[in-house]
């Protein structure tokens, strides 16, 4: 038990819709990751977020954003959905977000795009 | 820019057989921290361990052994007597102050998917 949870646990969108996916972080874990992880693949860092802004960020278009709120829940949002953007989203938190803090992942939502 | 490598896409092992799974990475940076994740069948990724670059003491921990050799950008996983519960998708990653901003962002590698028959 991680202590992290997301949902919905599975999605099925279409190319060109918007989605939002969430996530409950431990309580006292100020900081939040998102990673996308494509079939087969080692999970790919988007974004992070402290105290509610956003302090980091991968190689992902805008049309990826987020938000953080002050009751350690989050969301990642994607808009204008494209097929490549099917994948297992996985959200991480840790106190601070220093990079010898180990991640504590939820089960990730599984996101289909048709 | 950090990269890591996993040699090995796939193992597949007989129950009781020791494994050992490859990480090799690169980064710029002299403070940095190495990582193993376990993925099983549900998906989260589960912490298995954390190095950081100046303590080369390899580490044991039950079945589970980690050789950490910088001199070879090398941070190695060792399994003895492997279980059927080993089975999983294990995770080598990087984390470091990424050019002077100190979010912790991990770069992964690719995976090894261990099988483990009975």
């Known amino acids: 038990e991680t202590g992290v949870t997301q949902s919905p646990t599975h999605l099925i969108k279409t190319r060109g819709q918007q989605v939002t996916l969430r996530c409950s972080s431990q309580?006292?874990?100020?900081?939040v990751s998102w990673y996308q992880q494509a079939l087969g693949q080692g999970p790919q860092f988007i974004f992070q977020y402290y105290r509610e802004e956003e302090n980091g960020r991968g190689n992902f278009p805008p049309r990826f954003s987020g938000l953080q709120f002050p009751n350690y829940s989050s969301e990642l949002n994607v808009n204008a959905l494209e097929l490549d953007d099917s994948a297992l989203y996985l959200c991480?938190?840790?106190?601070?977000?220093?990079?010898?803090?180990?991640?504590?992942f939820g089960s990730g939502t599984q996101l289909s795009v048709l | 820019a950090q990269k890591v490598t996993q040699a090995q896409t796939e193992i597949s092992v007989v129950e009781k057989e020791d494994v050992t799974l490859d990480c090799v990475y690169e980064?710029?940076?002299?403070?940095?921290?190495l990582f193993w994740y376990k993925q099983p069948p549900s998906g989260e990724l589960v912490f298995l361990i954390r190095r950081n670059s100046f303590d080369e003491q390899n580490e044991i921990s039950g079945r589970y052994s980690w050789n950490f050799q910088k001199s070879t950008s090398s941070f190695n996983f060792t399994i003895t007597a492997s279980q059927v519960v080993d089975s999983a998708v294990y995770f080598c990653a990087l984390s470091d102050y990424a050019g002077g901003t100190s979010y912790g962002k991990l770069t992964f590698g690719q995976g090894t998917i261990l099988t483990v028959h009975p």
């Open positions: 991480a938190s840790t106190p601070t977000g220093a990079p010898n803090e180990k991640l504590f």
């Open positions: 309580s006292g874990h100020n900081t």
């Open positions: 980064t710029r940076d002299t403070t940095y921290y």
